[in-house]
């Protein structure tokens, strides 16, 4: 089901203003797929920020919850990426069908890289860092569209032309769906974004294509 609610959530290192990048961002994606009339998008960050009980968090019903759990199982001062998409996958709340967006100002690294920004999967939702974009708006918002565009099928398998294969499937367009692991590449793409648009039309029509599967 493509179709569906998507649900935010902010840890409180989020500033406000990369807050407002990041939904205005999804909801820009969302409207150049022809999807806003039907995925709603919510900020569920205050849902999500019980107090400490006297044992510590409660499991499930806090952002920093999943965020402290998550940094068990990773590196000092990063969190791995598998973890915390992990503990979302697992959380009571899958059996509703929803996108799950969890942004943290934490810094995040993956398999294999050193650091990331985050990471989108397909059909479920993205979990975003913000550690490495305070005061580049351009940046965030550029890297925020392409992880959902991953959640929202891009690039599907089916496609052949314009595509490669690096930490999954990418395009070879001057599009945000360019694969991009440094910070200066993400620049070239913010800057490509502003003067060209953020995607391709072959993007936009895997992207339209996708969600008109119910």
């Not at 649900?7 to 994606?29: C, M, N, P, Q, W």
């Not at 799950?100 to 050193?114: G, H, I, T």
Request: hydrophobic share 35%; charged share 25%.
């Amino acid at each position: 089901m493509h179709r569906k609610p998507l649900y935010l959530s902010f840890d409180d290192g989020v500033t406000k203003s990369d807050r407002s990048v990041i939904i205005e961002a999804i909801r820009e994606i969302l409207s150049r797929a022809g999807a806003e009339s039907f995925v709603s998008v919510s900020d569920v960050s205050d849902w999500k920020c019980h107090p400490r009980s006297h044992a510590g968090l409660t499991g499930w019903n806090s952002v920093q919850w999943y965020i402290e759990t998550a940094a068990e199982y990773s590196r000092e001062n990063q969190i791995d990426t598998d973890a915390l998409l992990l503990l979302l996958r697992n959380e009571p709340w899958q059996e509703k069908e929803h996108y799950d967006v969890l942004v943290s100002s934490r810094d995040f690294y993956a398999r294999d890289l050193n650091f990331c920004f985050g990471s989108g999967i397909h059909e479920f939702g993205m979990v975003l860092s913000t550690a490495r974009f305070r005061g580049d708006p351009e940046r965030l918002t550029t890297v925020t569209m392409h992880e959902m565009g991953h959640a929202f099928g891009l690039i599907p398998s089916t496609r052949t032309k314009n595509v490669t294969s690096s930490l999954g499937l990418h395009c070879t367009n001057r599009c945000i769906m360019r694969q991009g692991l440094t910070s200066s590449e993400w620049e070239a793409h913010a800057r490509d974004r502003i003067t060209y648009g953020p995607f391709c039309q072959q993007c936009i029509n895997d992207l339209r294509g996708y969600f008109a599967q119910a």
